[in-house]
């Protein structure tokens, strides 16, 4: 679904001179499709569905979380509940965000709103293999804002080159405007072209203004040599041009301090420590935003693409990603990365995990795009939250990708977090909610949104492998308890029963557990009952949180569905015992005060119908309730939409030319860029 605003042309000026507003009872849209066409067989809505794995023997089902207030050593450095983010393919960005800059997608708009209600702020990369063939022009021949010349495509991931026009750049600034989204930009480095780099730069610089937390210089170097775009290429070339950049940006007048994110590698043919042994860090700090890697625990290239090599089985490989340890964990993944981590603290900076998912090429049939991704995906990101990465971005790729975090067309690499219908659906089907999206919302709501938060692998049920739990601390003092249970067993008999204590003899402390705990619980929705026991860690679609879900394929407008519901478990005074319930396959988050589960940025939604009508001239109408509450900020003093005012209505922090006008869609705004630039 999308919503377009027609405003013909108005002052340039960088917000609206004004906006009418009109009442209005119209109900909020529904989301009840019309009938399906036949399943084309995009990967993305494929109906494989893998066996669980059995039931572990001797699996322990009741074990004690003793937690203390003050004291606790070994946590992370405070985290952002902003830390999971999304990385977009560049040239992919017309179907997830909009067609332009005035016709926004309504459902990523909402799924955004969504994790920014529970975190204050949403992270996006727009890059990945397809910016180093992107090139920014001035307009398209077709008026489009990104062109693909399908026929140019390399392999081994048949990355097409394109060009696009700065109204690109004017959407990812117009959605900053509506919900509070932070980009990083990608440069291609392929291209032997400085001045399509700078431009790029500076435009992002003038349209994003402080929306724009860094420019990705060039993309997973490590491969340039396999994928033949160079006869040799290694760490102290990608050094030496990375200076020439920087260099050229001075020569241009470009801001650059704290601007640039690298080295970008994939880990394949180089180590981070080959990169940072060039003096990398040392030489550019000061143009450095972030260090990034970019990594998967696997790949399904051989399937996708014909390598050549071994084709993977899904079935047997699926319960590499359902243990807290296992081959494809995120425990697993980030080892290589600790070393990493640490130097880049150490220097000042932050390392961010730039591209991730289940699986490159694509993904996996019922791996990347079934509830045990969810399980994976939370436990990926404590477990990179805990050893102090600054963040990490959940990959959105197209139709034919398996990992899709809201599902979308062809693209190269994994199992999507959301994905929009084949654009010859999109009239009648609305958009498909992935797995790694309920993960990217569970964390933002565990690590919530003070920013100072701190996590510790509890290292649980005697390091069970199984049964991983962090604790979530604020002030020094335990907060949160997220548990996570990979086992799927519909006996009922892996169920688990974990006893939380706060302070107690046992370490020398007075009891300070609670007198109830308010538990809120991920699974599987079995028929239409909430809270029953998860179906199986393979079950796709109809996940839900706190007892809301996203439905199945090709039935999200972004807004959850159904009642939220927390649960309150009364503690035992006498054993200082809050027993928690936590079915198999689930994850169950634990606030132990009120306070945790209060915090700003996790109130309800409000939403409200889309009363903009299209192919109208000079119209918006608003719903008068809608000014009172849109611009959010946490109580914040709210601008003014009138001419003459001193605010005016959120501005892009652009160049003269863009108009934000204000209208709700689904509990969201769209805004709309002056034509007359």
Same mark, same amino acid.
């Given at each position: ?6 405003? !013909? ?17 119209q109900?909020a849209t529904g ?6 066409? *036949?399943?084309? +067989? ?14 572990p ?7 004690v ?14 985290q ?8 977009i393919e560049?040239?992919?960005?017309n179907?997830?965000l909009?067609?332009n800059s005035?016709t ?5 708009? @909402? ?6 209600e ?6 996006i ?8 063939t992107? &090139?920014?022009v ?5 008026? %489009? ?10 392999n ?13 750049l ?18 291609? #480095?392929?291209l ?29 170097? *490590?491969?340039?040599?396999?994928? $033949?775009?160079?006869?040799s ?8 041009d ?5 260099q050229?940006?001075?020569n241009?007048?470009?801001? !650059? ?73 995120g ?12 130097f880049?603290?150490?220097? !000042?900076?932050r ?14 049939a ?5 509830? !045990?991704?969810?399980l994976?995906?939370? *436990?990926?990101a #404590?477990?990179?939250? #805990? @050893?102090?990465? +600054? ?9 034919? &990708?398996?990992?899709n ?7 190269y ?10 654009? @010859? $659906? ?14 990217a919302?569970?964390?933002a ?18 390091g069970n ?43 020398g ?8 705990v %308010?538990? %809120?619980?991920?699974?599987n929705?079995?028929?239409?009952? %909430? ?9 796709k679609g ?11 394929n ?10 939220e ?27 132990l ?21 299209t192919?109208t001239?000079?119209?918006?109408t608003i ?18 939409t ?20 204000l ?5 969201l ?9």
């Amino acid at each position: 679904m999308k919503v377009q605003i027609s405003l !013909g042309v108005l002052q340039a000026i960088s917000f609206a001179s004004a906006v009418t507003v009109y009442p209005t009872n119209q109900a909020a849209t529904g989301t009840a499709a019309a009938a399906a066409a *036949d399943y084309t +067989g995009a990967a993305a809505y494929n109906p494989t569905v893998l066996n669980p794995p059995a039931v572990p023997s001797g699996l322990p089902t009741q074990f004690v979380i003793q937690l203390q207030n003050g004291g606790t050593n070994n946590l992370s450095l405070p985290q952002n509940g902003s830390f999971i983010g999304f990385s977009i393919e560049m040239s992919v960005v017309n179907q997830v965000l909009g067609s332009n800059s005035k016709t926004l997608q309504v459902p990523f708009l @909402n799924l955004m709103a969504n994790l920014q209600e529970r975190s204050g702020r949403v992270n996006i990369r727009v890059g990945g293999n397809t910016q180093e063939t992107a &090139v920014l022009v001035e307009s398209t021949s077709d008026g %489009k804002i990104l062109e693909k010349n399908i026929t140019g495509s390399s392999n081994p991931t048949q990355t097409p080159p394109l060009i696009y026009t700065p109204d690109l750049l004017y959407m990812m600034g117009n959605i900053s405007a509506l919900v509070n989204v932070h980009w990083f930009v990608g440069i291609p #480095f392929l291209l032997q072209d400085t001045a399509t780099r700078l431009a790029i730069t500076q435009r992002s610089q003038e349209i994003l203004g402080d929306h724009l937390m860094g420019i990705q210089v060039g993309n997973e170097p *490590d491969l340039y040599q396999r994928h $033949q775009h160079y006869t040799s290429y290694g760490p102290y070339d990608y050094f030496g041009d990375f200076g020439v950049y920087v260099q050229a940006m001075q020569n241009a007048n470009l801001q !650059g301090t704290n601007l640039l994110v690298g080295p970008n590698i994939a880990y394949a043919d180089w180590t981070t420590e080959q990169v940072w042994d060039t003096g990398f860090v040392g030489v550019y700090s000061q143009n450095l935003a972030y260090l990034s890697v970019e990594n998967y625990p696997t790949d399904n290239c051989a399937a996708q693409f014909n390598t050549g090599g071994a084709i993977k089985d899904p079935q047997t490989i699926f319960p590499d990603f359902l243990s807290h340890t296992s081959a494809s964990s995120g425990h697993s993944i980030i080892q290589k990365f600790l070393n990493s981590s640490a130097f880049a603290v150490q220097n !000042g900076k932050r390392l961010v995990m730039f591209e991730t998912n289940t699986a490159s090429c694509g993904g996996f049939a019922g791996i990347s795009d079934a509830f !045990g991704a969810a399980l994976w995906g939370i *436990d990926y990101a #404590f477990q990179m939250a #805990f @050893n102090n990465f +600054g963040g990490a971005m959940i990959h959105v790729g197209g139709q034919n &990708v398996f990992y899709n975090t809201f599902p979308l067309i062809r693209l190269y690499r994994t199992p999507q977090p959301f994905t929009p219908p084949p654009t @010859n $659906q999109s009239t009648f089907h609305q958009w498909t909610v992935g797995p790694t999206y309920y993960a990217a919302l569970v964390a933002a709501e565990s690590i919530g949104p003070s920013n100072a938060t701190q996590l510790l692998d509890l290292g649980a049920n005697g390091g069970n492998v199984y049964t991983p739990a962090y604790a979530f601390y604020e002030n020094s003092n335990p907060v949160r308890v997220g548990i996570i249970n990979y086992v799927t067993d519909p006996t009922g008999a892996s169920d688990l029963r974990v006893q939380i204590a706060i302070g107690g003899s046992g370490i020398g402390q007075p009891n300070q557990s609670p007198a109830s705990v %308010k538990v %809120k619980w991920v699974f599987n929705l079995c028929a239409a009952l %909430k809270y029953l026991l998860a179906d199986s860690v393979s079950q796709k679609g109809n996940f839900t949180w706190a007892g809301q879900t996203f439905g199945d394929n090709f039935a999200s407008d972004g807004r959850p569905m159904g009642q939220e519901n927390i649960t309150t478990i009364a503690c035992d005074s006498t054993t200082n015992l809050c027993t928690i319930p936590v079915p198999a396959p689930s994850y169950a988050l634990v606030y132990l005060t009120d306070a945790a589960l209060d915090e700003p940025g996790v109130a309800a939604t409000t939403t409200f119908p889309t009363t903009v009508e299209t192919r109208t001239r000079n119209t918006v109408t608003i719903d008068q309730a809608v000014l009172a509450t849109s611009n959010g900020g946490y109580g914040k003093k709210l601008g003014s939409t009138s001419a003459g005012s001193t605010s005016g209505a959120a501005p892009v922090k652009a160049a003269p030319g863009i108009v934000s006008v204000l209208a709700l869609a689904s509990g969201l705004l769209v805004l709309a860029r002056m034509m007359g630039r």
